[in-house]
């Protein structure tokens, strides 16, 4: 497999957490977004971003106020499927996407790819999101239940997808949504654990005393749905990280993705 590492949802400039004296450079917000090339599975989508759509109507789709806190670029060239396309492949190509929640900014550019089967818990597809008019195309969904799965380094309930290798997994991690989940991705000898938007800052993970970021946070405390749970989940991908068998980031981290790009 070969995997790609893709902003879909470039937005507004953020500062880092460390200030003025930080080694970091401030950066803007991103939508993280895997793009996997599979053998037997054609393209694989972890996340689908902004689409085409969110740009054409941002009022409709996204919402004025959102686009006013985020201030996302709006730019066709920054969707998965502009991308896809960019990299030589045919929407169609994609065959599955694996979104960790169904916020408007990983899962509009589902309607980009209406052929390819939609992974997530049944949890989140019950929650159904914040912008229904994302998902008005209907969206080819297959749904799994969150009592059931294996152990996966310490996590349980984690699922093999229907269709997809089993180097693809999707791994619980509620709090921010109902049924919002990591997606774990074996890349040659590591494996990638995309957290979504279980923290959005990596000083929340790669330091033994963690440094939130504050308007990250802020975020974060608006679209949450179970801190406590949120925060016990941080801790365990906190202690994995720093087990160094898995590589872990966050969907909005600017400096993470610089780290794949």
């Known amino acids: 497999m070969r995997v790609h590492h893709l902003d879909c ?20 917000a991103v939508g993280h977004v895997l793009l996997v090339e599979t053998d037997s599975a054609g393209l694989v989508l972890v996340d689908a971003g902004i689409g085409l759509g969110d740009i054409e109507r941002p009022s409709e789709r996204l919402l004025d106020d959102w686009v006013e806190m985020a201030g996302p670029t709006l730019d ?16 169609a190509d994609v065959r599955h996407v694996v979104p ?3 916020h ?4 509009g550019g589902l309607s980009d790819f209406p052929d390819a089967a ?21 969206p080819k969904w297959v749904a799994y239940a969150g009592a059931e799965g294996e152990t996966w380094h310490g996590f349980e309930g984690v699922r ?35 957290a979504g938007d279980a923290y959005m800052y990596h000083g929340e993970v790669d330091r033994p005393e963690p440094v939130a970021h504050p308007l990250m946070e802020l975020v974060q405390a608006g679209g949450e749905v179970d ?35």
């Open 9 to 28: 949802a470039p937005m507004r400039e953020i500062e880092p957490a460390d200030g003025p004296q930080s080694p970091l450079r401030p950066a803007g």
């Open 76 to 91: 066709p060239s920054a969707t998965a499927v502009r991308q896809v396309e960019g990299l030589g492949y045919a929407a």
């Open 100 to 102: 960790t929640h169904l």
């Open 104 to 107: 408007r900014d990983h899962a």
């Open 118 to 138: 939609v992974h997530l818990f049944e949890a989140e597809l019950a929650d159904g999101g914040k912008t229904p008019a994302q998902l008005a195309h209907g």
């Open 160 to 194: 093999s997808l229907e269709g997809v290798p089993e180097d693809i997994l999707l791994v619980p991690l509620g709090g921010h949504t109902p049924g919002h989940a990591g997606v774990a991705v074996r890349d040659g000898a590591r494996w990638l654990l995309h």
């Open 227 to 261: 801190r406590e749970l949120r925060l016990a989940n941080v801790a365990r991908l906190r202690e994995l990280a720093r087990g160094g068998e898995v590589e872990v980031f966050c969907a909005h981290d600017p400096w993470e993705l610089a780290r794949y790009r």
